[in-house]
């Protein structure tokens, strides 16, 4: 069976565990939560590639019913120079399709670290770019809010003062960027998570039909309103009012900062699919 490779992006806290459960749930797709494989071979982590028992990796194989031996297998066979990345990672995706899914592909966050390590285009330079992306972006605000209750910043000092906020919200601003900069229009689908969370039918359905996989009512009304249980949360159905509770926690002033922030720091991509 031919097989096709896809990857849900974003970056942290975009909503991406929620998507990447709904996608996993659709009979025809697999997207593992994050196994950060393709993350071990950029930052030339190939102890930890070979480690089975990492957490990432071992929640995978674990979900997935993967013993641990064809995982390391698959790797050793990398490591020695007998298959390259591109075959492997997609190899990797298919070990975890245990359901004869057409596309097979896993959730990856392309965070501050990644960024500076310039992951997203290494990933694409893996596959040849004959890849296809679904790409979340959540509201500035929204990611900000999400750290703070988190209590820290990423790659900053833990306090949670007006001066970190910017900081990091500058540096989020150049990531996101870079995110879109690489990516493909002809082979995205690019959504928000705000949308996702208001039209939860609407925006699965485009991604299902970008990706040419069953989008009928009756399948769309069994992943959103049955339960489930996904590697790092249980789904109990769409919860509208996390896409704006940002206001809980930001003042005026943090928000019309970080709104003027995004107008004139943040470009679309264009003749994106969900726009």
Same mark, same amino acid.
């Given at each position: 069976?031919? $097989? ?95 359901k ?16 500076? $390590? ?22 500035i605000?929204?990611?900000?809010n ?6 820290? $910043? ?10 970190n906020?910017?900081i ?9 960027? $870079? ?46 309103n ?11 159905g769409i ?37």
């Open positions: 069976m031919n $097989y096709e490779l896809f990857y849900l992006l974003a970056f942290q806290r975009s909503g991406t565990t929620l998507l990447c459960h709904l996608l996993d749930k659709h009979p025809e797709i697999v997207c593992a939560e994050e196994p950060e494989i393709s993350k071990r071979i950029v930052y030339k982590q190939f102890e930890l590639l070979k480690d089975s028992s990492f957490d990432s990796i071992k929640q995978s194989l674990a979900f997935y019913h993967v013993e641990p031996d064809q995982y390391i297998d698959l790797v050793e066979s990398y490591l020695d120079g007998r298959i390259d990345e591109n075959n492997f990672l997609k190899s990797c995706y298919i070990l975890f399709n245990n004869s899914a057409k596309y097979v592909g896993a959730k990856e966050v392309c965070d501050l670290t990644a960024y500076k $390590y310039d992951y997203l285009k290494k990933l694409i330079s893996f596959h040849n770019k004959e890849i296809k992306f679904v790409f979340i972006e959540r509201d605000k929204g990611v900000v999400s750290f703070i209750k988190l209590g820290f $910043y990423p790659l900053i000092t833990r306090k949670l003062t007006d001066f906020l910017k990091f919200a500058k540096r989020y601003m150049k990531c996101l960027n $870079y995110i879109k900069k690489n990516l493909s229009t002809k082979n995205t689908h690019h959504l928000t998570f705000e949308n996702l969370m208001k039209h939860p039918q609407d925006e699965l359905s485009k991604i299902y039909d970008f990706l040419g996989v069953d989008s009928s009512k009756e399948t769309l009304d069994r992943i959103l049955t339960t489930s249980h996904g590697i790092r949360q249980n789904y109990t919860q509208e009012e996390i896409a704006i509770e940002w206001r809980k926690n930001l003042s005026d002033k943090n928000i019309l900062w970080l709104d003027k922030l995004y107008k004139k720091s943040s470009w679309l991509m264009p003749h994106s699919r969900s726009f």
